[in-house]
């Protein structure tokens, strides 16, 4: 029953200041849906974890059909680069299903003379695998567009191969509009009709632009396995932006990424929407429509009405490495938003003996302090809405806590 003005009135203020902090927090991660506690990775594993996972499918980043997709790779360009440190390698990925073929082209620069299997950084990108880096032997290919929409080399400080491959990991991306293009009527030209053809699958819950390059970077996985010089033991998956929430939720689903990294995710990837600055679950779903699932769209301006939130997305890459990452002038993405959640997740961690974040105050860090002492990272880079050197370096300093 909706009360009256006069008792609204007559509510102390310190009640309604209550209510409105219930109404901004997160459901419980460690309960069950029929409100059982959880209390062990083995509770985790077998109850909870499958419920989290069934929840965000249907409800944000959609239901995967199970159409196996046949694939063939092809490797269209090999030689040597970046001053003779690295082999630059460019596959074709060709899928095939329901009698259509959609293809991806894959860029990797892999480390010279390792003496045995390197780890590997994979990432989708923006503008085309060209507009990574300045390298003219880099071939323009898929649906990016053209030099003129992404120049060679425009998006290259963002991708720092040569350091990477000093460091002694090899670097692998394609182009997100490989699987989707990122456009409201990407749809047809995306991965997603030789998928869903003949899955009975509602529309409601079907995956979307978030979803088809979360499948794209499982089977960009999937080549990497062939490949005798890398360890697909040692995959850390990172992405900036909306890739960001994209790798998020392909770690989620594919355990095979050994450490995962979101950088300035923001609003569905990261960030708790429940008392979200800058970018909410609304205006998302407004400039955004083909990201998520219609299913989503139910939650505009009803952020307290959701039986999930993002400390569950982050939750999910659980017992795996997870890495958080915001710029201090980022309120869009809301850093705080994000920082909390990369800390409720750690109740997860805590079951398997692993070390939540070790950030444990309310304010945000200080900017350019890194706290990755933890099995759950994060830090507060001072800047704006981007992923730069110090990001990477950051990230490769986390993995070799764990790859060495």
Not at 3 to 17: F, R, V
Not at 171 to 189: M, N, S
Not at 313 to 336: E, G, I, K, T
Not at 379 to 390: A, M, N
Request: some cysteine; glycine content about 8%.
């Amino acid at each position: 029953m909706i009360p009256s003005l006069k008792t609204l009135i007559t509510i102390p203020a310190a009640a309604l200041l209550c209510a409105a902090a219930a109404a901004q927090t997160p459901p419980a991660l460690l309960h069950t849906e029929n409100g059982r506690p959880v209390r062990s990775a083995r509770q985790w594993e077998r109850q909870r974890r499958p419920e989290i996972l069934r929840m965000l499918s249907t409800e944000v980043y959609g239901v995967a059909p199970d159409t196996r997709a046949e694939a063939r790779y092809e490797t269209i360009e090999e030689g040597i680069a970046l001053g003779g440190t690295a082999t630059r390698r460019q596959v074709r990925i060709t899928l095939r299903a329901a009698g259509m073929e959609r293809s991806a082209d894959m860029l990797l620069y892999i480390p010279v003379g390792a003496e045995e299997p390197v780890p590997v950084i994979f990432g989708l990108n923006f503008n085309g695998n060209h507009a990574t880096t300045s390298d003219p032997a880099v071939i323009v290919a898929g649906k990016s567009g053209s030099p003129e929409r992404a120049p060679r080399g425009g998006n290259a400080r963002r991708w720092p191969y040569a350091e990477a491959v000093a460091r002694g990991y090899a670097v692998a991306t394609i182009c997100k509009d490989d699987f989707y293009p990122d456009r409201r009527d990407g749809y047809e030209q995306s991965v997603l009709p030789m998928l869903y053809a003949g899955s009975g699958i509602p529309d409601s819950v079907r995956m979307k632009a978030v979803g088809a390059w979360s499948w794209g970077i499982s089977r960009a996985i999937d080549c990497l396995e062939t490949m005798p010089e890398i360890d697909t033991r040692r995959i850390m998956v990172i992405g900036h932006s909306r890739l960001g929430k994209t790798s998020l939720w392909a770690a989620a689903t594919d355990r095979r990424i050994a450490v995962a990294v979101s950088n300035d995710s923001g609003s569905t990837g990261a960030a708790l929407a429940r008392g979200k600055q800058g970018e909410t679950v609304e205006k998302i779903n407004a400039s955004f429509p083909y990201w998520f699932t219609d299913n989503y769209k139910r939650y505009n301006g009803r952020e307290e009405q959701m039986p999930f939130d993002q400390h569950m997305l982050l939750a999910l890459v659980a017992p795996r490495p997870l890495y958080v990452a915001s710029a201090s002038r980022d309120d869009w993405a809301d850093p705080r938003n994000e920082m909390r959640a990369a800390q409720m997740c750690g109740a997860v961690y805590s079951l398997y003996g692993l070390r939540p974040l070790t950030w444990q105050e309310d304010g945000l860090p200080a900017v350019n302090t890194p706290f990755i002492g933890g099995d759950v990272a994060y830090h507060l880079r001072e800047g704006g809405h981007d992923i730069v050197l110090y990001d990477w370096e950051r990230f490769m300093d986390f993995a070799d806590k764990y790859f060495r």
